[in-house]
């Protein structure tokens, strides 16, 4: 088996639990901002998204190392795939120590609330462009 298949099974994974992340991350917006009763499970979010933005963060990692190893005549970062990898980065970062901070010492204000939802909805917009380059990529082979 080619191990650059593990690259795109580990992100797969991932992303289906962010999605499920961001799920239970809008019962928090439904109640935080349009004073609607929903139950926010804070626990589960906090874990599965902790697992979910890691596992994508170790996962951008594998990826660029399946690529430099199986592939021939690869350039580090030269496919869109690769740049959109980058582009990520900080995203993942903000996502992850922005809800470190709101669930260890959750704030008054709805400031850094906001700037994390918006931050990890923006990062599975552009989870589907690395899905849509990926699988490009992986196909012309
Ligand atoms: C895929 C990853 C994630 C997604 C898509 C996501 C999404 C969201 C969204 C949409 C909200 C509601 C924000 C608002 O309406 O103002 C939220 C809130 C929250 N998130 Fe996340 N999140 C993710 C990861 C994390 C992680 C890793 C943690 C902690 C380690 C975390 C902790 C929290 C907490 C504590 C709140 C509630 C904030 C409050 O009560 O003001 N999230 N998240
Ligand atoms: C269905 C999902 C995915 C597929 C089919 C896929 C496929 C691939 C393939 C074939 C490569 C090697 C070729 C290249 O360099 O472009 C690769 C590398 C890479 N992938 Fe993915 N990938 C997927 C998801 C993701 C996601 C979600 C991320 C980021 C969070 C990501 C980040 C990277 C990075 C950073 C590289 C190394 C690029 C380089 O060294 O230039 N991939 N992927």
């Known amino acids: ?3 650059l298949v ?3 099974v580990v992100q797969v994974i991932a992303i289906f639990l962010a999605l499920y992340t961001a799920y239970l991350g809008l019962q928090r917006t439904r109640s935080l901002h349009f004073g609607k009763q929903a139950r926010f499970r804070r626990d ?3 874990g599965l998204g902790t697992v979910s933005l890691v596992t994508l963060l170790g996962g951008m990692a594998g990826g660029a190392i399946m690529a430099s190893r199986f592939l021939e005549d690869h350039q580090p970062l030269e496919s869109l ?3 959109g990898g980058l582009i990520l980065l900080p995203f993942l970062l903000i996502g992850l120590f922005t809800g470190f901070y709101l669930y260890i ?3 008054k204000g709805k400031i850094l609330s906001i700037i994390h ?3 990890n909805l923006i990062i599975l917009g552009m989870i ?3 899905v849509f380059t990926g699988i490009y990529f992986a196909s012309h082979l």
């Open 81 to 83: 795939h690769g740049k």
């Open 6 to 8: 593990i690259h795109p």
């Open 1 to 3: 088996m080619n191990l």
């Open 105 to 107: 010492a959750p704030p």
């Open 117 to 119: 939802g918006v931050n």
């Open 128 to 130: 589907l462009f690395q």
């Open 44 to 46: 589960l979010h906090a």
